[in-house]
């Protein structure tokens, strides 16, 4: 019998509410042949917060776990044997702390071995891609310079002293979720890893020797979409741009050092509310691309739920993904052959059209300076804007048909959504008192003077060109906590805000008649209240997952509102102060990560305070229906989840509000 390829490692994206609450999760994943652990951080944790930072409120342990501090992560893998694991950890602005509380966990479960031992044992992977957090999914805290520095005293780091970690894992999945083409996708993903590995040759940290190691190490996050076999060609074509780029610009003699190495999570974004069902065939799909092609196969996958567009995916839904995976590679006969479609003209031609457009779109972005210069100027922020706003467009016109959404609609009642709010996981109300609990414990038995050396060695070495991993270390056996390591460095490298993308995106091509209709409609309604129609789209709370909004701005704009939209990231307060500023007559608030019952009503009372409490609220979001019935109740407007697609009809309802609240007939 044909000897079978081993299988890629198969994880799970799971944390949630508590470091004890997730640990039990991942044991219990392992137990049923989970391969590796895959874990996510909530957003506090991700953009540098401490839990009792009034920017935390409502974030804590909703889309991953709160790590404040040495104590939680340990808690986190109580039990799990760190030196024999290979752990996947989705961290980015603060992945050099998360590094070190790992590094100094392990080292606390092997007391036998020396810190350089079991750093030398230690195998995983950091995502630790911040280019595209400016692009996409807005978990970024310091400027692009700086956020680049200490990606490359992490990479200068690990090859030293871990040299089984991958100390980045660029991210073209988050590029895609906003709306990157395929060859938007390629472009980015690797100017991206070129002002990466230019850091790490600049800073002189690592020898010519070592930097094939470097490049040996960089690995890839990808997404993979429904169209199958356009992202079985977008694979290949990855495999051939690096192997380029590598042998090219950098010299890389060695083949292995040149593989092109990536693990993948499927497409979410075209997961759907309506009929969920279908999500199981399309994540069965969306895993053939990344899996049917030997020569550009994925090292690990980790598959969304069929639940994901509904709310947080229970332990059942995420063992249901896993074994879509091992059913792949057990029962099939995959793993048995060559590579299936070598010699194909139909799959070289495609890769073929994918590199030339790739190759182009590099050139274009190194000829503005680089990645960071195009982030800086918008450039590639605005590109994603416009293509997901064209395919947005060609989904409301129909060209691009979505089972269940805009075609076969008709729909028998489903028994896996009968009961709705027993269909999805609930985060655990007391996860935010738990924590803040935690971090005050541990501020309470901690050595304080010793904390402040460590953070004060830290600021002092970041105004260097000091490598900050020994600091970061050190900060992390004192016991300081996330909030505190990200805020020393907040002052020294200060804080930044990223381009929206939004003034200068490109709308829907076709108006349309619909969109004709509604635009006279914001005309004469705004010529009754005497003035131009004024929308004002918000994001509260610490969400960096602004598509949505983008879009909604976008569309708003060409349906002849004036959009004030100041991007993420903004407290209640600050949005209340923007609507009164603006004058606004309609008040929209984005959030997906699940805070909505926490950061709507202190949006509301504000504006109630401001003497705005008739100023209507609509509301948009991954929003369970028992949610959008108590936001509701609490004066919201209207409330919008990922079945209402159509962004102009949206468009005609915040009319509808807006004469509601006027009197208007």
Known sequence: MTEKDRPWVMRTYAGHSTATASNALYRGNLAKGQTGLSVAFDLPTQTGYDPDSPLARGEVGKVGVPVPHLGEMRKLFADIPLTSMNTSMTINATAMWLLALYQVVAEEQNPELTPEEVAGQLAGTTQNDIIKEYLSRGTYVFPPEHSLRLIGDMISYTVHQIPKWNPINICSYHLQEAGATPTQELAYALCTAIAVLDQVKASGQV?????????????????????????????????????????????????????????????????????????????????LGVTLSKKARARAVQLPAWNEALGLPRPWDQQWSLRLQQVLAFESDLLEYEDIFDGSKVIEAKVAELVEGARAEIDRVQAMGGAIAAVESGYMKQALVSAHAARRARIESGEEKVVGVNVYETTEPSPLTADLDAAIMAADPRAEQSALASVAQWKGQRDEAEVAAALAALAEAAKTTDNLMAATLAAARAGATTGEWAGTLREVFGEFRAPTGVSGAVGSAEAGAELTGVRERVRATGEELGGRLRLLVGKPGLDGHSNGAEQVAVRARDAGFEVIYQGIRLTPEQIVSAAVAEDVHCVGLSILSGSHMELVPDVLDGLKEAGLGDVPVIVGGIIPDSDGRRLRELGVAAVYTPKDFGLTEIMGGIVDVIRRAHDLG
Request: hydrophobic content about 40%; overall charge negative.
């Open 207 to 287: 020898s010519e020797e070592d930097f094939e190691k470097v490049v040996g190490r960089i690995s890839f996050f990808v997404n993979a979409g429904v169209r199958f076999v356009e992202e079985t060609c977008k694979m290949r074509a990855f495999v051939e741009l690096w192997d380029e780029i590598t042998r090219e610009r950098y010299g890389v003699q060695d083949p292995k050092m040149r593989r092109f190495r990536y693990g993948v999570q499927v497409n979410s974004l075209g997961l759907t509310e309506a009929q969920p069902e279908n999500n199981v065939q399309r994540i069965v799909l969306e895993m």
